[in-house]
């Protein structure tokens, strides 16, 4: 008897790529941060929320603030 089935559909029956454009650049403008161009934030695709904040604020930070923009 099969109790799961476990599969990633990003990209296989969905394309959730926009979803995650709209999502960070509504993070950043909450908290007062320019809106990222759809094709800098498409580059650290497959990468943590926080690794991704942190490659696009492309400046000096502290890890709070990438908690605060990640919440």
Request: hydrophobic share 45%; aromatic share 10%; proline share 4%.
């Amino acid at each position: 008897m099969i109790r799961a089935v476990i599969f990633d559909l990003d990209g296989t029956l969905i394309d959730a790529l926009l979803g995650h454009v709209i999502t960070i650049n509504r993070a950043f403008a909450a908290k007062g941060y320019p809106e990222q161009k759809p094709e800098e934030i498409y580059k650290y695709y497959g990468q943590t929320v926080n690794e991704i904040i942190r490659a696009l604020l492309k400046r000096p930070y502290v890890d709070a603030e990438i908690e605060e923009i990640a919440r």
